[in-house]
């Protein structure tokens, strides 16, 4: 029997361990190099060992590697030999052996192990290579004819920049009937096959085009697992080797299509198949269908399977079924596709879902467009296929040259510029919080709704779906004021599920870690957007985040816990409201936060002590009784029949959440709870408001923060009880006679300062020397004033007086007080005198009060009043 795929894989490393290489794990698809946008062969992972930057942390080593590549994507399916996805067998030493071990432990693998016939391989070596083709002649035993001298094919590089060096390829020659003879170098495609590339690492390119050494001499080798299973299996293709028949035929089975019915129809199976593996590799590690990068290329690889269904008449889903058929095939060598299967067919078929949607009017548009004649396909056209109906831009450049038409790429371009362009300044206006919405509009199409897993834990797992850095520069903080600290990496980040609380229904959104294989993300804000996505806002502590990674994420427990006792303790507040106040009391607003609670109701007026204690006393009581909450889903119309409360401004759908806090208490609420009443702790009111017309305002703590109030105020009655030499118990008592003593130094006071004024008066009335007093007496506040008129006014034989005090730079005060009977008037006394210093006054005729700012304007008021009771 040949030898299958998992024969093969056995087989190559177990050979290399034996000689004493290390079995790696395969890396994902995802490389953290960021010179290359997909692991491409197997040594991507190892680019730092073959540079120098890292030490290596074994000297030998073996590995399988999924590989993907889209440089030849379009001859997918239309011949035996291309692949986007396959699988690479290699080798590698770093800085151990060279060409000397490499070349006789590949010829040593290829014949005596896979069993090929020596003479019917061919090897090729770079021109500048004698070395190898030495080695090749001496220690494997190669005819020198067998052996060509090529140029720049054999040089690989993984870049523009990177390791490289020059390579030695083997060669199966399948026979006559495939092609001419002559070799790789001279020969038919199809006759000679490459089934292994030996790469003698040895340089680093730099950007400007130049090699340099490396520190160390590496080897680094790829043979394609594929392409060695046609020769092993004795098939013409690809498609018919094991790792690919299952997928060809169930891509027939979903079709309806008949293998070797018409060659476009196989085409189209082969599409199929190739790039359900691809997409299924992809999206398990990791990438999700987008306009940029990675998921570009993952949604066109998709939509290019969708498109080639179509056109076989399919008018369901393909692509969940391809991804099954995928696991069954390669999951026993993956067991990563197992654990992944249900995402992967989720991602794909809302991909495929998406695309369906606009796909029959977007092929029918392109028919249309390309049926005018015109060479070029305008570059509009080519944005409207992407924009409105879903076709990647190199989709349409496939379709398009199929009829000999070019796309006008500057054109689609300057249209996509102009797209984003609209989105940045839409974002800027709309957005706010920094957030581009179109990207989770993206998230949201794909994935659906955040699950929220934070019901019953603090902790969960979840895959990234999503990173986007904020670059508005608004500042990012927690409900209690913590801020991302100046130059850290601000970053909204979407997970597949959570455990974090999103703001809403007046509780603050929580707080946390999110930690990652590379980074660690501290959590400021969650928030949520289009009102199903749940936004994750804060600043990176150490590496990356990046989407498609499995994370986990941790709310910060303790401030959860503090949350979930004033969450309750405000629905409990409602109810005992309701109770002393009537039900008119309806919730208005709220602020669920860790260190208080917030209430916001109806009430046409200000709460009694004896209210304010009567519902101390029902939530305190319901308390310590510690009722059990109950929590659970149902129909709003049957939780509007058994009496459920909405809360004010949240949004409700069909099924909605019912919170039993306690026997009385049932509210409609999406929020976090206790378990039980006991666990909220004493409920302290701090204060109680008016906020507005009718509208008033209870402020609360719960729990921890209500005893650190309780030892607060009994700290400050310690310190008040001490300062009056008593006990707290006796503090009343203490007070009442520190406020009787104090009144009764008061009243002293006052009977001292009249007997100062009747002093002061009796002096003045003796310097004026008649019955009509005038004078300026600065440094008394208006009430002051008022009393030393009043007093000067009654001493023997004064008709009337009149002062005018500066009290401060602009304050004058002016009085005039007058006898009953003397025929003058006080208000028109003082009219004249009060517009000298700037204000006005009135009074009655006996006594008339002023006041201005116009110090300055003091003297001439004097002489204005003198004037005013001397002519009367």
Known sequence: MAMDADGLRTAFTRFFVERGHSALPAAGLIPHDPSVLFTIAGMVQFKPFFTGELAAPVPRATTIQPCFRTVDIELVGTDARHNTFFEMLGNFSFGDYFKESAIPFAWELVTDVLGFDPDRLWITVHDSDTDAAGIWREAAGVPADRIQALGEDNFWRMGTTGPCGPCSEIYFDKGERFGATGGPAHGGEERFVEIWNLVFMQYEQQPDGTLEELPTKSIDTGAGLERILTLLQGVDSLFETDVLVPLVDEAARLT?????????????????????????????????????????????????????????????????????????????????????????????????????????????????????????????????????????????????????????????????????????????????????????????????????????????????????????????????????????????????????????????????????????????????????????????????????????????????????????????????????????????????????????????????????ARVDELVNSAILRDEPVRVYETSRSEAERSGAMAFFGDKYGEVVRVVEAGAASVELCGGTHVHALGMIGPLRVISESSIGANTRRIEATTGAASLQLVRDNEQILGRVAAELRTTPAELPEALQRLVEHDHALEAELRELRKVGLRVEATEMVARAGGNRVVARRDGLDAAGLRELALAVRDRDGVEAVALVSVAAPQRVAIVVATTRGVGLDARVAIAAAAKAVGGGGGGSPELATAGGRDADGAAGAVELLRAALVAS
């Open 256 to 612: 309806g299509q008949r293998q070797g019915a018409s060659e476009r129809s196989d085409v189209a199976l082969r599409v199929l198949a190739d790039h359900a593996r691809a997409m299924t590799f992809l999206v398990s590690d990791g990438v999700f269908p987008s306009n940029e990068g990675r998921g570009y290329v993952l949604r066109r690889v998709v939509r290019r399977a969708v498109l080639r269904a179509h056109q076989l008449g399919v008018a369901g889903l393909v692509t969940p079924a391809l991804v099954a058929s995928v696991v069954a095939t390669m999951g026993s060598a993956y067991p990563k596709l197992v654990r992944d299967q249900s995402l992967v067919e989720t991602v794909v078929g809302h991909e495929e879902e998406a695309f369906l949607r606009t796909l029959r009017a977007g092929t029918s548009l392109l028919a249309e467009e390309l049926g005018r004649g015109a060479r070029v396909l305008p570059g509009d056209v080519a944005f409207r296929l992407h924009d409105t109906f879903g076709f990647p831009v190199d989709l349409t450049v496939e379709l398009a040259e199929e009829q000999g038409v070019e796309v006008d790429r500057t054109g689609f371009d300057e249209a996509m510029a102009e797209q984003r362009a609209r989105a940045r300044r839409a974002g800027r206006k709309g957005a706010g919080a920094g957030a581009d919405l179109e990207v989770f509009r993206e998230v949201l199409g794909q994935f659906g709704p955040t699950r929220f897993l934070g019901y019953q834990a603090t902790t969960a797992e979840g895959r990234v779906l999503a990173v986007e850095r904020r670059g508005d520069g608004a500042p990012v903080r927690s409900a209690e004021g913590e801020i991302a600290p100046d130059g850290a990496v601000v970053l909204d980040v979407v997970l597949d599920g959570t455990s974090f609380y999103a703001e809403g229904g007046g509780q603050v959104g929580d707080t946390g870690m999110i930690d990652g294989p590379s980074g660690r993300m501290r959590v400021l804000d969650t928030t949520r957007v289009l009102d199903s996505i749940v936004l994750h806002t804060g600043y990176l502590l150490d590496g990356v985040l990046e989407a498609g990674e499995e994370v986990g994420a941790a709310v910060d427990a303790e401030r959860r816990e503090a949350i979930r006792r004033n969450h309750t303790g405000t629905h409990l507040l409602h109810w005992a409201l309701r109770s002393v106040l009537g039900e008119h009391v309806k919730q208005q607003g709220s602020l669920v936060a860790p260190d208080r609670l917030r209430f916001d109701f109806h009430h046409f007026a200000p709460l009694t002590a004896g209210e304010l």
